[in-house]
């Protein structure tokens, strides 16, 4: 009876070793980092030149973190849904006067660039990356930060 058991456990190691795994990671993983503003509209209108390459993003897990005065929540939790399409990423924030309200958006990463279109709470979510004038909706493009050498 030994034997079998044995010889089970090391047919289910080597299946479990021989199955393939994707090498390619997350979008969650993917959105991980310092991100810094590369352009944006809010309204329709251009976010200012001073802000672009100054304002950040940090997203730690599901948290993020704001700086440089873009938008109205400085951090909060998201959650995305990369099965959607457009993806869906949705932030509350957890700070500012949205405090507990939820921005519905989309969203495309592709481990160096960052694009998120978010409509304020209570609007519905935009269905494409724009920002119409007097919508409220953010479109904004993110450069992945890259870590310094030492």
Known sequence: MKP?????????????ADAPQDPSPSDLELLQGTWVLES??????????????????VSKGNKYKITAGIGTATRG?????PDKSPKWLDATAAAGPDKGKTWL????????THRACL????????????????????????????????
């Not at 079998?4 to 479990?16: G, I, N, V």
């Not at 944006?40 to 993003?57: I, M, N």
């Not at 209570?122 to 919508?135: N, V």
């Open 77 to 81: 939790t998201f959650t995305i849904d």
């Open 40 to 57: 944006g509209e809010r309204d329709g209108k251009k976010v200012p030149d001073d802000q672009l390459g100054k304002a950040t993003v």
């Open 105 to 112: 958006g989309i969203y495309t990463v592709d481990g160096t």
């Open 119 to 150: 409509a304020p709470p209570g609007q519905p979510r935009p269905e494409k990356f724009a920002s119409p004038a007097d919508s409220g909706v953010i479109d904004e493009t993110w450069t992945k930060q890259q870590k310094k050498q030492k």
């Open 4 to 16: 079998r058991l044995y010889l089970c456990l090391a047919l289910l190691a080597f299946l479990a």
